[in-house]
């Protein structure tokens, strides 16, 4: 699976689909070349169980793109406080 096919799987909300991916080797900091990361892109979905999944999985909460946006910043712009708050407090 590359970056495009996890891309769709976000967009769809395929959490199961996303967690196969991830198990057989998609790189939880996938990015594209604008360094948009999978949790960046489940942040603008506001999708809290794909945004659970990334981070169990090793997604890099501090990554930037090239406009210098975190996924807590993309969540925040967005209206997602459930999602900025899974982002503030990953443990919960």
């Known amino acids: 699976m590359n970056y495009r096919g ?3 799987l976000i967009k769809r909300g395929d959490e199961p689909g996303l967690r196969a991916a991830l198990d057989t080797g998609l790189p939880a900091n996938a990015a594209n ?15 809290v169980p794909l945004g659970q999944l990334l981070i169990e999985k090793g ?8 406009k210098g946006e ?9 209206g997602h406080a459930e999602f900025a708050a ?7």
């Open 59 to 66: 997604a890099d909460l501090a990554a930037m793109n090239l």
């Open 33 to 47: 070349h604008k360094g948009w990361s999978l949790l960046m892109l489940a942040a603008v979905e506001g999708n």
């Open 70 to 78: 975190t996924a807590l910043t993309i969540a925040t712009q967005k």
């Open 86 to 92: 899974l982002l503030t407090n990953p443990e919960l």
């Open 6 to 8: 996890a891309q769709n």
